[in-house]
């Protein structure tokens, strides 16, 4: 029978005559007096070795205190990191108004640097309204070139009036 008191021992595969591994045939530990710490209930620490399971006491580490909260204080809710909302908005404002996507989303970018945050929607944000802008602007020089040529092609200059 095993102690309710002691943790649980790591899972070992039983060798080929059912015992555990690393354990005699006879099922009780062995005593190896060259060995310290083999004598029964003597220089054994119960789990050593062991990891702690998730959600006992040890994280956040005792004293450690949030950024601009007593030591101790445990937010009900995981707050969004740093750039995050500005990354999407820079990713919105690139597809409404591009320019000023590029400068929203360079700021997303910088605060998720800021902390190691990869804003996927900044970065997408920023390519985007560059390739936007880009696209602005080259349809506002066609527009500008094609009429400059236009209006020349059909000879309508300063000169041509006549009062």
Same mark, same amino acid.
């Given at each position: 029978?095993?102690? !309710? $008191?002691?943790?649980?021992?790591?899972?070992? *595969?039983?060798?080929?005559?059912? *015992? !555990?591994?690393?354990? !005699?045939?006879?099922? *009780?530990?062995?005593?190896?007096?060259?060995? !310290?710490?083999?004598? #029964?209930?003597?220089?054994?620490?119960?789990? $050593?070795?062991?990891?702690?399971?998730?959600? #006992?006491?040890? $994280?956040?580490?005792?004293?450690?205190?949030?950024?601009?909260?007593?030591?101790?204080?445990?937010?009900? $809710?995981?707050?969004?990191?740093?750039?995050?909302?500005?990354?999407?908005?820079?990713?919105?404002?690139?597809?409404? =108004?591009?320019?000023?996507? =590029?400068?929203?989303?360079?700021?997303?970018?910088?605060?998720?640097?800021?902390?190691?945050?990869?804003?996927? @929607?900044?970065?997408?944000?920023?390519?985007?309204?560059?390739?936007? *802008?880009? @696209?602005?602007? @080259?349809?506002?020089?066609?527009?500008?070139?094609?009429?400059?040529?236009?209006?020349?092609?059909?000879?309508?200059?300063?000169?041509?009036?006549?009062?």
């Amino acid at each position: 029978m095993t102690d !309710p $008191y002691q943790p649980p021992q790591p899972y070992s *595969t039983p060798d080929s005559s059912g *015992t !555990p591994a690393g354990e !005699p045939q006879g099922g *009780t530990p062995h005593h190896d007096p060259s060995q !310290p710490g083999t004598e #029964q209930g003597y220089g054994q620490q119960p789990g $050593y070795g062991q990891q702690q399971p998730y959600g #006992q006491p040890g $994280y956040p580490p005792e004293g450690y205190a949030a950024p601009g909260y007593p030591a101790g204080y445990q937010p009900a $809710y995981a707050p969004d990191p740093p750039g995050k909302t500005m990354g999407i908005i820079g990713f919105v404002l690139a597809f409404v =108004i591009a320019p000023a996507g =590029i400068v929203v989303s360079a700021m997303a970018l910088s605060e998720s640097k800021k902390v190691g945050y990869d804003n996927a @929607l900044g970065k997408w944000g920023l390519w985007l309204s560059i390739i936007f *802008t880009a @696209l602005g602007v @080259l349809a506002v020089l066609a527009y500008v070139l094609f009429f400059v040529f236009f209006i020349g092609a059909m000879g309508l200059s300063a000169g041509s009036y006549s009062y």
